[in-house]
């Protein structure tokens, strides 16, 4: 590890490393200062200050994370200029209908992501040991995984919109516009699943710039496609729905490109290359994926399967809260975006001194990775409490019903109570996920969700003296219980043993 004078000040900490990848895991070197980048190193400086954290662990962090901080924010401004557009150009009941399609959307990063998590711990963990083989192995299990996986959920959505999107919406204008979205999304949902093995395997390489610059792109190209298609075509939802398949096509066709041919023109080698005509099927690598994947895919199904009583227990509000709680969703997914970064650089950076078999400094790692991811996250929730209501704004037209403002502002305020605890909650998945211990995450969600979030939203519904407190409560309920259970696991050390079963040249142990 590179080793920084503790009297490093910031423009010091900056120059000392001007662009990420230049730890010694690292193969890409672009000389750019990204303002992500400095705000990030700005926290983390007076952080290590404060003796909070390490300095070289907040450079490491920094350079892997910031790129899918950048990442989160292009896609999740997307979504949020989905809202927006439609909103605008159709109203309300169009803002409904996407939300009550989102479900269904959500099941495809569920399965894309949740096996994701299997392809970050192998190839992380493979790229520590340098184990190049055992990578491209687990490169392309998880292709044939994911696809195998996606594409009959892809065809059941494409064959049967309404009758999907009418379990949970009630109004059939709203559920025509939501079986109108799900009709085209659904020819998008194995390219999405894709992507997210695509990044993972970059990010577990220690490179997370090439993710950045393919799913950012991804993201402007939906933007402006939605755009065309939405304004300059009048296709509506239809449009919104074109756009987002177009870009994910173009995302995975980027991705493939790339990890064929091991180099982008214009930047150079990359840390990885896969020959794409090697085994796809290996029994033990499937097992692996799986065996650590299958947690992660309940644990993010959970929240997508939640959605669907959630969504209707909403409907009961009324359609201005409706549209209120799709527009602080996206708002709180913007919030949430440092978690792309620092969830994804403690599973890369604990599972590189894992492969490696330095524990200790593992451990130190994702402690130091928590404190940061917090800091963060309480910057972004502050901002976003002062300019609440002008935020809310941009996403409704002139003729939006008065309730929706008001109630939105309130749901945005919740909102902000709720990404503190979502910090911790994803950073300590973090290293649980790089050691393979993903079972608890999965237990926490559930007990979040199920527990908490969607009885506290259905009392709000049906009790007159709780009402809109119930929804607020949900937000807080399903961060803040899965954030506490998930910190008790990682504090157990546990995750430490449970490595040893994944790591590079071994096998897992029949139970």
Known sequence: ????????????????????????????????????????????????RAGLVRREHVVRTTDLSWPRIVTGLARMSKAAVDVGMVGI??????????????PFWGIAFSLGGGFAAGTIALVSQGFGANAHDEIGQAIRSSTLLVLGLTVPVAVVFAAFPLELVSIIAAEPATAQAGAEYLGVIAFGVPFAGLNLVGSRIFIGADDAWTPMIVRTGGAVSNI?????????????????????????????VAFVLALVAGRIPGIGDLPVKVDPFGTYFDRKTLRDVFEIGLPVVGRNSVWTVAKFPTFAIV?????????????????????????????????????????????????????DILVFSLAVYALFAVVVAIFAEPIVQLFVGPNADPNTVPTAVGLTYAACIAVLAQSVKGT??????????????FYSQVIGMVGFAIPLAYLGATVPAIGIVGLYLS?????????????????????????????????????
């Open 224 to 252: 402006g496609l939605n755009a065309l298609f939405i304004f300059g075509l009048s296709m509506g939802v239809s449009g919104a729905a074109l756009g987002t398949v177009l870009a994910n096509v173009f995302v995975t």
């Open 89 to 102: 150009a159709v109203g309300e009941v169009a803002i409904a209908g996407v939300g009550f399609a989102g």
């Open 1 to 48: 590890m590179g080793e920084y004078p503790e009297s490093l000040g910031l423009s010091e900490f900056r120059d000392a490393n001007p662009f990420s990848f230049e730890s010694k895991y690292s193969l890409v070197v672009v000389r750019y200062q990204n303002p992500v980048r400095l705000l990030l190193l700005a926290i983390g400086s007076l952080l290590a």
């Open 475 to 511: 937000f807080v309920g399903e961060s803040l219980v899965p954030a506490i259970i998930n910190f008790w696991r990682y504090r157990s050390g546990k995750w430490k043993l449970i490595s040893q079963q994944y790591g590079p040249d071994t096998t897992v142990a029949d139970d």
């Open 428 to 441: 300590a998945a973090g290293p649980l996920d790089a050691s393979g211990d993903t079972n608890w995450t």
């Open 315 to 367: 409907a009961l509000f009324g359609p201005s809260v409706v549209a209120a709680y799709v527009i602080v969703r996206r708002i709180l997914g913007l919030m949430n975006t440092p978690g792309w970064g620092f969830a994804l650089a403690a599973s890369s950076l604990v599972g590189q001194e894992l492969g490696e078999g330095d524990e200790a400094d593992a451990e130190a790692y994702a402690n």
